[in-house]
């Protein structure tokens, strides 16, 4: 392999160092480039920019494959509980039964919230969508925690702050939805492990006993797993980018789950429900949709249908699409809206649109129908994604910050006015 790369501008040839990662992956190093040539480089999207090094996750996009720190998400998805499958992203090995132990020990210890995020709460009106209310109860954290506000804190302080957002995420996360339904929050129940403590903080009532369901449990703790990080995503590079200012933990977190709102990431999961109830209430002629997400006078877009590195199958949607037959089964629920997207998918396979262009199920496509089955409303689709990605947050945070990478900054092209001078409001036109 070459490890040097030449470019040639107006007569004058540059080398650029070739640097190779553990995959054999290749990229030109152009951190000299504005130096040596003058030149900086346009991507925007970042569609062939690589921004960082990291040991966290591995994709493949054309082979559908994706590891975490070198395990494949089928075996751990299979054989792991999410609090080990967080463990391994953040801390890089999978923990022995004691450090096992201790890690859940931690985290059961840290559920609770201050008593006073309720006052917070209690200032968003109930139609507030949960994933604002989340975001903003993520970033009060840095209130009643201000020791967390300094990210060069001692290790043992920074790993107190990791176990303080994995443990609170799930009490948060389930008060913004008791928010939306306008009932009263649940305190969390340190005698479930992490899933059932969530389920039950979500749907249990003061009237009824409420009962854990291990279908359910086993359903949520694979769906955690599979989200639990991506590389360098859209709401991943925010946390790092965010995090690069010395922004605290809680705070970049904070902004990672207002870029995965955004319907084009993690609010897929929302949209491709709404999409799929459209196409129902319009009589489910999935051809006719099929259509239109080919139209390019339409705006409509197959939601949970391509992705930006997988030219091949997600590997995450082929497991929930497996889960959503078998979670339906025991749990008795016949959806209409899984036949309609197992429709779409089955035509949208076959078409010249979608297989030229190699858009196949991603992990949004699927998720919202386990997570229906499973009674979460629609609106809270995105904040499950988020309970599952924060540990991706998490170690992309903590990697970015013990590597001491630079402020993140990117450089542009000006397109804007040449020099001219002021004109006084009574010359102008
Ligand atoms: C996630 O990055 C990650 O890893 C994200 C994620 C993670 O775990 O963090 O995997 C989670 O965000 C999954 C993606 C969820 N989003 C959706 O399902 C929304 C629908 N999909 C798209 O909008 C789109 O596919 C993206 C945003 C996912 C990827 O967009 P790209 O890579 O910028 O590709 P593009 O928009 O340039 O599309 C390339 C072509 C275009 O057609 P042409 O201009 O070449 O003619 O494919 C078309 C697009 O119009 N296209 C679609 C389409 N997705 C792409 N056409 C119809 N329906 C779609 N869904």
Request: charged share 25%.
């Given at each position: 392999m070459s490890d040097k790369a030449t470019l040639t501008y107006e007569g004058k040839t540059y080398e650029l160092p070739v640097v190779e990662g553990t995959e054999n992956e290749k990229g030109i190093d152009i951190?000299?480039?504005?130096?040596?040539?003058?030149?900086?480089?346009?991507?925007p999207g970042f569609k062939n920019t690589?921004?960082?090094?990291?040991?966290?996750?591995?994709?493949?996009?054309?082979?559908?494959?994706?590891?975490y720190r070198g395990y494949s998400i089928e075996e751990l998805a299979e054989n792991a509980s999410f609090l080990e499958v967080s463990y391994l992203i953040i801390y890089g090995e999978l923990p022995n039964k004691s450090q096992y132990e201790?890690?859940?020990?931690?985290?059961?210890?840290?559920?609770?919230?201050?008593?006073?995020?309720?006052?917070?709460?209690?200032?968003?009106?109930?139609?507030?969508?949960?994933?604002?209310?989340l975001s903003s109860l993520i970033s009060s954290l840095t209130a009643f925690y201000p020791e967390s506000l300094d990210p060069n804190r001692s290790s043992e302080e920074v790993h107190l702050s990791i176990i303080r957002i994995i443990a609170k995420i799930p009490t948060l996360a389930s008060w913004a939805f008791k928010n939306?339904?306008?009932?009263?929050?649940?305190?969390?129940?340190?005698?479930?492990?992490?899933?059932?403590?969530?389920?039950?903080?979500?749907?249990?009532?003061?009237?009824e006993v409420y009962k854990s369901d291990p279908v359910l449990a086993d359903a949520l703790n694979k769906l955690l797993i599979l989200h639990a990080d991506h590389e360098q995503n859209c709401s991943t590079a925010t946390v790092r980018i965010v995090g690069s200012s010395h922004a605290s933990l809680y705070s970049s977190?904070?902004?990672?789950?207002?870029?995965?709102?955004g319907p084009l990431h993690g609010g897929a999961n929302q949209a491709v429900i709404e999409m799929l109830e459209a196409i129902r209430a319009d009589g489910g002629d999935v051809q006719k949709y099929m259509d239109k997400a080919k139209d390019k006078d339409d705006p409509f877009r197959l939601m949970g249908f391509g992705h930006r590195v997988y030219k091949?199958?997600?590997?995450?949607?082929?497991?929930?699409?497996?889960?959503?037959?078998?979670?339906?089964?025991?749990?008795?629920?016949?959806?209409?809206?899984?036949?309609?997207?197992?429709?779409?998918?089955?035509?949208?396979?076959?078409?010249?649109?979608?297989?030229?262009?190699?858009?196949y199920p991603n992990v949004d496509f699927y998720s919202g129908i386990i997570y229906r089955a499973m009674g979460i409303p629609t609106q809270m689709f995105t904040v499950m994604f988020a309970l599952g990605r924060l540990p991706g947050w998490i170690s992309q945070w903590k990697e970015m910050r013990?590597?001491?990478?630079?402020?993140?900054?990117?450089?542009?092209?000006?397109?804007?006015a040449n020099e001219r001078s002021f004109v006084n409001i009574g010359d102008r036109k």
């Open positions: 951190s000299k480039l504005r130096a040596l040539s003058g030149l900086i480089t346009l991507d690589g921004s960082t090094r990291s040991a966290i996750t591995y994709l493949d996009g054309e082979n559908g494959i994706l590891r201790l890690f859940c020990k931690e985290i059961t210890e840290h559920t609770l919230v201050h008593e006073e995020i309720k006052n917070i709460l209690d200032g968003f009106p109930s139609n507030a969508h949960p994933m604002g209310v939306e339904i306008g009932h009263p929050v649940n305190y969390p129940d340190n005698n479930l492990e992490y899933g059932s403590n969530f389920l039950k903080m979500m749907f249990a009532i003061p009237s977190v904070s902004a990672g789950i207002s870029a995965l709102w091949n199958f997600d590997p995450r949607a082929k497991i929930i699409k497996k889960a959503a037959d078998s979670v339906l089964a025991k749990l008795g629920v016949n959806d209409p809206v899984l036949e309609i997207a197992k429709g779409l998918e089955e035509v949208a396979l076959k078409d010249p649109y979608f297989v030229e262009r190699k858009l013990e590597n001491n990478e630079p402020i993140g900054r990117p450089r542009q092209i000006y397109t804007g």
